[in-house]
């Protein structure tokens, strides 16, 4: 059964950056079968694509965000992270990890519970 | 890229049919048949209900469904049940720049 579990700290600076990391079970993350990304939710506020990677290591991202942001993967922990460069307050939010099927990969198929980010001094 | 356009919220009663509209532009809804629509309770992750405008996952109750007409989707719960109450967004691929666009989030309120 495909799982996903975020982690990574709760408080970050402003203008320091923002490390994520997305734990899978139940499939490997370099299989061909599956896309891997990152939306986030502020407090009270809507849903927001952040980044898409694929095993193939073509890596997709949201046009606001993609000046500051990465997206990597790492195969022999089964993991795949999210870098958000000088965050602002604006960037606290739930984020969390999903995944998309590669034969569909127009909707989020599963996805983490969320970890909570705060970003303040 | 603009938040597609969602009804702030909806009511009804258990049994009852609600609708949600999700209104975007010909760059996005009107011009793929990518919608999908995600449930999400209070503190808890979203969850897809609806994918490829209409398709339903296995284990998703068949009283959801989903339509498009133009540059408008829809979400319809039939048979309202108490369960359903929750916050619900839609979703559309809009290309490979933009990629995906979410909704503004409709509260349904049963």
């Known amino acids: 059964q495909l799982q996903l579990q975020e982690s990574g700290p709760g408080l970050v600076n402003p203008s320091e950056t923002l490390s994520l990391t997305c734990t899978v079970s139940?499939?490997?993350?370099?299989?061909?079968?599956?896309?891997w990304g990152w939306i986030r939710q502020p407090p009270g506020k809507g849903l927001e694509w952040i980044a898409n990677?694929?095993?193939?290591?073509?890596?997709y991202y949201s046009p606001s965000l993609k000046s500051r942001v990465t997206i990597s993967m790492h195969s022999s922990k089964n993991q795949f992270s999210l870098n958000l460069y000088s965050v602002t307050a604006a960037d606290t939010a739930v984020y969390y990890c999903?995944?998309?099927?590669?034969?569909?990969?127009?909707?989020?198929?599963?996805g983490g519970q969320g970890t909570l980010v705060t970003v303040s001094s | 890229q603009s938040a597609l356009t969602q009804p702030r919220s909806v009511s009804g009663s258990p049994g009852q049919s609600v609708t949600i509209s999700c209104t975007g532009t010909?760059?996005?809804?009107?011009?793929?048949?990518?919608v999908s629509w995600y449930q999400q309770h209070p503190g808890k992750a979203p969850k897809v209900l609806i994918f490829?405008?209409?398709k339903r996952p296995s284990g998703v109750p068949h009283r959801f469904s989903g339509s498009k007409s133009g540059n408008t989707a829809s979400l319809t719960i039939s048979g309202l049940q108490a369960e359903d109450e929750a916050d619900y967004y839609c979703?559309?691929?809009?290309?490979?720049?933009?990629?995906?666009?979410f909704g503004t989030g409709t509260k349904v309120t049963v």
């Open positions: 979703c559309s691929y809009a290309g490979s720049y933009t990629h995906y666009v």
């Open positions: 010909n760059s996005d809804v009107g011009r793929y048949n990518y």
């Open positions: 490829d405008v209409s």
């Open positions: 139940g499939v490997s993350v370099s299989s061909n079968s599956y896309y």
């Open positions: 990677i694929h095993y193939s290591g073509s890596t």
């Open positions: 999903a995944t998309l099927r590669s034969q569909d990969p127009y909707y989020f198929a599963y």
